[in-house]
């Protein structure tokens, strides 16, 4: 299944009017896309350009959470799961040396 620029596929499409000053360079070159591709307009353009921008800022912040320190709790968790880990590692290992 294709889906055009501007379509979310299984999505009911609900659309709030937007009004806005932008740089005269990108408003040309979002008329250009537009002029060469006939199945779109501008208001589909933006909505991708914002999704992407969403998602963009939704990687940030998965990033941000992920360099974050750690606090006391979770340090202890790490602890906890990496010896978890290793003594699992170890009876694993026995087991095939046993075999």
């Given at each position: 299944m294709s889906?055009?620029?501007?379509?979310?596929p299984g999505r009911e499409t609900r659309r709030a009017k937007l009004s806005t000053t932008v740089d005269k360079a990108l408003l040309e070159a979002v008329?250009?896309?537009?002029?060469?591709?006939?199945?779109?307009?501008?208001?589909?353009?933006?909505d991708?350009?914002?999704?992407?921008?969403?998602?963009h800022e939704r990687e940030r912040a998965t990033e941000a959470m992920y360099l974050a320190p750690t606090s006391a709790q979770e340090q202890e968790e790490y602890t906890a799961w990496r010896e978890l880990r290793r003594a699992a590692a170890k009876r694993l290992f026995r087991e095939r040396a046993e075999e």
């Open positions: 889906t055009k620029l501007g379509e979310r008329d250009r896309f537009v002029e060469q591709h006939g199945q779109t307009d501008r208001g589909k353009v933006i991708d350009a914002l999704r992407l921008w969403a998602a």
